[in-house]
T-cell receptor
Framework: QQQVKQSPQSLIVQKGGISIINCAYE??????FPWYQQFPGKGPALLIA?????SEKKEGRFTISFNKSAKQFSLHIMDSQPGDSATYFC??????????FGGGTRLMVKP | ETGVTQTPRHLVMGMTNKKSLKCEQH?????MYWYKQSAKKPLELMFV???????ENNSVPSRFSPECPNSSHLFLHLHTLQPEDSALYLC?????????????FGSGTQLSVL
């Protein structure tokens, strides 16, 4: 019940296109959903996060869409750029203030 | 610069060796973490320290031994490792006593066990 399932494992998008990464969870007690971005040779860094009382959060080209009834949330990257090429991890926080991470998505944006 | 520094960046060791990984955070955070990142389990929590006290040990084998002498420094002592322990070991810190709002990760130590 603590699992967070992330898809796809890898994604190739053309420059200027929209990248979409999906995550699904079972535990309805999760109360905070961050996304982390990891470039090669670096550790993950917080990109954007959402709480379940809102359905969408936008920061620049990055948007989280949240569907509480379906227990799903997704990251949309608009106008994808080669510099967005990285691995993306979704996560969910439980009542014990601990994160469960998804399996990661390796995004490649082709010029 | 994330404020979390890990050394060494790369480490190659034999199964009989003893080595240590070091992590230092310059952010004034109270909690520090060790994660293992591999192809099989991309972000696997190993240990959590909150105000220098270990609060989480995620069923990690005893060949991994953490040490947290103060809230700014974290070590991972390694001995008699197995080839399957080869992975990227990431250190992280956070302000609060859980993974909470925001984790700050170091760049990791890439470990190869021969």
């Amino acid at each position: 019940q603590q699992q967070v399932k992330q898809s796809p494992q890898s994604l190739i998008v053309q420059k200027g296109g929209i990248s979409i990464i999906n995550c699904a969870y079972e535990n309805t007690a999760f109360d905070y959903f961050p996304w982390y971005q990891q470039f090669p040779g670096k550790g993950p860094a917080l990109l954007i996060a959402i709480r379940p009382d809102v359905s969408e959060k936008k920061e620049g080209r990055f948007t989280i869409s949240f569907n509480k009834s379906a227990k799903q949330f997704s990251l949309h990257i608009m106008d994808s750029q080669p510099g967005d090429s990285a691995t993306y991890f979704c996560a969910a926080r439980n009542a014990g203030n601990m994160l469960t991470f998804g399996g990661g998505t390796r995004l490649m944006v082709k010029p | 610069e994330t404020g979390v520094t890990q050394t060494p960046r790369h480490l190659v060791m034999g199964m009989t060796n003893k080595k240590s990984l070091k992590c230092e955070q310059h952010l004034g955070h109270n909690a520090m973490y060790w994660y293992k990142q591999s192809a099989k389990k991309p972000l696997e929590l190993m240990f959590v320290y909150n105000f220098k006290e270990q609060t989480e040990n995620n069923s990690v084998p005893s060949r991994f031994s953490p040490e947290c002498p103060n809230s700014s420094h974290l070590f991972l002592h390694l001995h008699t490792l197995q080839p399957e322990d080869s992975a990227l070991y990431l250190c992280a810190s956070s302000q609060g006593g859980g993974q909470g709002e925001k984790l700050f990760f170091g760049s990791g130590t890439q470990l190869s066990v021969l």
